[in-house]
């Protein structure tokens, strides 16, 4: 029986110590829902799960980016979408000038309309524009597409010339077209269908493209699904099994506090001893 040192005390302080670290790290796990919330906690797996937050928010961004992609496809592909309907009303147009039972003066009337539309044609492919770059015809309209997080121009990005798309030099050859006359309405014919082939095959290049960027964007999203379940793996707090720890230390913790009282009074029976 001793008096200067108490080891069971000692011991009983200390694993208390330790109890109370656990229960102090289980309560940062259970009320952030991370498994690491400090690096001290697993510094391997930080740095690991890190890496994947990274490519995460970089691939989120590419979603975003293929989507702005379609968007900008999309603006192309309507205005293509009225391009074919000008057209045909063009070819309408051209086919009752073209029957002898019109005259001269309705032919005009027809013609005016004609021309009228004529200009619409050229004003849309000039003007159609994607924040200020122009999207069917004319400069600066090759868009690169960045769908991946290197810099890889095969892997990481998709690049389209959005001003070979459409070949609506002279207007589609349609600016001296006029169908005043019953030959010039015929003679248009060849002119329009050249034009609504044409428009036709812009259209179905874009409706491709189109089908490419969605093709990407279900490759990202499932990427994503899976970098974001293995991130989960690491990173993320077991809930189950940190409330378990908790309720296995509290008792601990109860059982090492009676312990602690039992222990600091092993003194009391040597003064006993003594009187």
């Known amino acids: 029986m001793k008096v200067g040192t108490n080891p069971l005390s000692l011991l009983a302080q200390r694993r208390l110590g330790q109890v109370v670290n656990r229960q102090e790290e289980e309560n940062i796990k259970l009320s952030s829902g991370d498994r690491i919330y400090r690096a001290a906690f697993d510094p391997a797996g930080l740095a690991i799960s890190e890496g994947m937050r990274a490519r995460t928010v970089s691939n989120q961004q590419a979603q975003r980016n293929v989507n702005d992609g379609i968007s900008l496809?999309?603006?192309?592909?309507?205005?293509?979408?009225?391009?074919?309907?000008?057209?045909?009303?063009?070819?309408?147009?051209?086919?009752q000038a073209a029957n002898d039972t019109v005259g001269p003066h309705e032919r005009m009337i027809a013609n005016k309309e004609f021309s009228n539309l004529k200009q619409e044609i050229q004003r849309l492919t000039s003007s159609t524009?994607?924040?200020?770059?122009?999207?069917?015809?004319?400069?600066?309209?090759?868009?690169?597409?960045?769908?991946?997080?290197?810099?890889?121009?095969?892997?990481?990005?998709?690049?389209?010339?959005?001003?070979s798309v459409l070949a609506s030099s002279n207007n589609f050859g349609l600016n001296n077209v006029d169908i005043t006359t019953k030959e010039g309405a015929r003679t248009s014919f060849s002119s329009i269908d050249k034009m609504?082939?044409?428009?036709?095959?812009?259209?179905?290049?874009?409706?491709?493209a189109m089908n490419r960027m969605d093709s990407a964007l279900h490759s990202l999203q499932i990427h994503?699904?899976?970098?974001?379940?293995?991130?989960?793996?690491?990173?993320?707090?077991d809930i189950a099994a940190e409330a378990?720890?908790?309720?296995?230390?509290?008792?601990?913790?109860s059982a090492t506090l009676d312990m602690l009282k039992l222990v600091n009074k092993s003194p009391e029976r040597v003064a006993r001893l003594l009187s």
């Open 73 to 95: 496809l999309q603006v192309a592909e309507g205005t293509l979408s009225v391009l074919h309907d000008i057209g045909g009303r063009l070819k309408e147009l051209a086919m």
């Open 129 to 163: 524009k994607y924040n200020g770059n122009h999207v069917i015809n004319g400069k600066g309209s090759v868009y690169d597409i960045q769908i991946g997080i290197g810099n890889n121009s095969k892997e990481d990005r998709i690049s389209y010339d959005l001003q």
């Open 196 to 208: 609504i082939g044409e428009v036709s095959s812009s259209r179905a290049k874009l409706g491709s």
């Open 224 to 237: 994503d699904e899976n970098t974001q379940a293995s991130r989960s793996k690491i990173r993320d707090a």
């Open 244 to 253: 378990s720890n908790r309720a296995k230390d509290d008792i601990i913790k």
